[in-house]
Structure formats: structure tokens, C-alpha cells
């Protein structure tokens, strides 16, 4: 069974930098494409970035160039590291990981992100 367990996270004041990493257990995160995504409120989730097991990464518009998502394949992880942090980037960041051949999808837990103004 696929788990994906995250960490970091945390209050910020505007400007300033997290990251997050998350872990995949239960698997080989060679196998996965894997990302972020965040959700507030009463809207849908997502997506931060995403990248694949040796693909570039991609970004919402709305990070891109602030934040930057990087994945170690030998330790089953990928990290969120942000930077420029605005208020408008607090939310809960899910960590994500889809296998590439059976197109299954594990999320985890969330973690909340909160920007100060």
C-alpha cells in the first residue's frame, strides 16, 4: 500500500521561504510522477507542480519562479522548497504521487501553509 507522508510546513510572514517534503512508502517513487498541490476553503484543489520520474517540472503560473519542486528517486522523496511567500499562498499542500503505468493516484495527509501579511 502506497503512503506518502509529508512534512514542513508551517507560519511565515509575507516574503519569506518553506518547503516541504514528502515521503513515498510502499512503492518506488521512480514509478510515480509526484507533486503538490493546495487547496483553500471552498475551492478546489490545485496544482502547484508536478514532475515526472525524468521529466522537467512543471509550475502553476501563480509560483512560478518563486517556487521550486526537486525529487530524490534513491530516498522516495520530492520537496517543495518556496520562496516570496504571499498571503495568497496560504492554503493545505497535499503532496501527490501518480504511477505512470497504471495512472493510480495516493495524495497525503496535507499539511497547512500560512502567510502573514
Known amino acids: 500500500q502506497v503512503q506518502l507522508v509529508e512534512s514542513g510546513g508551517g507560519l511565515v510572514q509575507d516574503g519569506g521561504s518553506l518547503s516541504l517534503s514528502c515521503t513515498l512508502s510502499?512503492?518506488?517513487?521512480?514509478?510515480?510522477?509526484m507533486g503538490w498541490y493546495r487547496q483553500v476553503p471552498g475551492k478546489q484543489r490545485q496544482l502547484v507542480a508536478r514532475?515526472?520520474?525524468?521529466?522537467?517540472?512543471i509550475y502553476a503560473n501563480s509560483v512560478g519562479g518563486r517556487f521550486t519542486i526537486s525529487r530524490d528517486n534513491a530516498k522516495n522523496t520530492v520537496a517543495l522548497q518556496m520562496n516570496s511567500l504571499e498571503p495568497e499562498d496560504t492554503a493545505v499542500y497535499y503532496c501527490?504521487?501518480?504511477?505512470?503505468?497504471?495512472?493510480?493516484?495516493?495524495w497525503g495527509q496535507g499539511t497547512q501553509v500560512t502567510v502573514s501579511s
Open positions: 514532475i515526472g520520474p525524468t521529466t522537467n517540472p
Open positions: 510502499g512503492g518506488l517513487s521512480r514509478a510515480y510522477s
Open positions: 501527490y504521487a501518480e504511477h505512470i503505468v497504471a495512472a493510480r493516484e495516493y
